[in-house]
């Protein structure tokens, strides 16, 4: 059964930084894609960020160069550094996992097959 569990949420201000971190357990397949993605309150869920089996990461165009994915699968583990955070970063952030070494539409929540259950992020202005 593959579990995935979110940390290192909570509250900071404006032009603030959080990492987040994701650990993976229980995935028997052997190439697989991750992904973070995020929910404000009233707004569809969005991609963030996310990563393929070989490290190539792709990143919503609004947030270049502010976060960062990062994993290390020797640890069967997923990371996302947020730097100068905005209030509109607000939110739910989930991480994410999907069968296969890429993927069609990495920032799209309907390719991610296994999902955590959220870490609240909220940027005070």
């Known amino acids: 059964q593959v579990q995935l569990v979110e940390s290192g949420g909570g509250s900071v201000q404006s032009g603030g930084s959080l990492t987040l971190s994701c650990a993976v357990s229980?995935?028997?397949?052997?190439?697989?894609?991750m992904g973070w993605l995020r929910q404000a309150p009233g707004k569809e869920r969005e991609g963030v960020a996310a990563?393929?089996?070989?490290?190539?990461?792709t990143y919503a165009d609004v947030l270049k160069g502010r976060f960062t994915i990062s994993q290390d699968r020797a640890k069967n583990m997923l990371y996302l550094q947020m730097n100068s955070l905005k209030p509109e970063d607000s939110g739910v952030y989930y991480c994410a996992a999907g069968h296969g070494r890429t993927l069609v539409r990495p920032l799209w929540g309907a390719e991610y097959n296994y999902w955590g259950q959220g870490t609240q992020v909220t940027v005070s202005s």
């Open positions: 229980g995935y028997t397949e052997k190439s697989y894609c």
């Open positions: 990563i393929d089996a070989e490290g190539r990461s």
